[in-house]
């Protein structure tokens, strides 16, 4: 899923990876800006599924975990079709946009620093802006079921994203808007395979089975 999803983050945060002053230095110097820069957004992405992944685990413990997989993978696959209804009733709180904003702010604070400690804490920040495949990912990972299996889902979703992003660095010069506008439109084919796993991982929960129907334990007393 971070790997297709990467599609639409070239078209979201490419802009953002390609003010990335990476054409200063040798290649190794280039490599490490951007490893610094995506590896902590992938941090702040798997942070993100521990936290939410807390909601999962309480779920699971109730039963109502197959559920929210099939109510997850409806929404992604409603996402595809009706993309502007979702975002009609799925509008951004006042707060939260203002926290967005604050960390745009710095961000564009982060982007002229020249330090390591700059650049990682400028993925992080990236990390928490508002995404669309971002939040579909934060869903999907509550179908694990675990605080752990949530983080490690978000982590290597973020690690999914990587090699796209890393590529968006080196080879600014080939990434042009049309092109840009070309790839996210693969994203919808993701949404609905991704929607459809999940439906699909819903229904195969906990589904009884009757290889042990008929055996009943009997205590026999003398």
Excluded at 44 to 55: E, K, P
Aim: with cysteine; hydrophobic share 50%.
């Amino acid at each position: 899923m971070g790997l297709m999803s990467s599609f639409h983050c070239i078209g979201m945060c490419g802009p953002i990876a390609l003010a990335l002053p990476v054409q200063k230095g040798n290649r190794w110097q280039q490599l490490a800006v951007l490893l610094v820069y995506n590896s902590a957004r992938a941090f702040t992405y798997a942070i993100l599924g521990l936290l939410i992944g807390s909601v999962g685990s309480s779920l699971a413990w109730i039963g109502y975990l197959r559920y929210l997989s099939i109510f997850a993978g409806i929404l992604m696959i409603t996402y595809v079709f009706w993309p502007a209804s979702l975002d009609h009733y799925f509008r951004t709180p006042l707060f939260w946009q203002k926290v967005v904003h604050s960390v745009r702010t710095k961000m564009g604070e982060m982007l002229r620093t020249r330090s390591i400690h700059g650049w990682f804490f400028l993925g992080i920040l990236n990390g928490l802006l508002p995404c669309g495949m971002v939040y579909l990912a934060l869903i999907s990972s509550v179908a694990t079921g675990s605080i752990a299996g949530s983080g490690i889902y978000m982590l290597l979703f973020g690690m999914g994203t990587l090699p796209m992003m890393m590529a968006v660095g080196f080879f600014k010069q080939w990434l042009t808007p049309a092109l840009r506008s070309r790839m996210r439109q693969i994203t919808p084919f993701v949404l609905a395979v991704a929607g459809i796993l999940l439906i699909a991982r819903g229904v195969m929960i906990d589904i009884p089975s009757d290889a042990h129907e008929g055996q009943i334990t009997v205590c026999h007393g003398k």
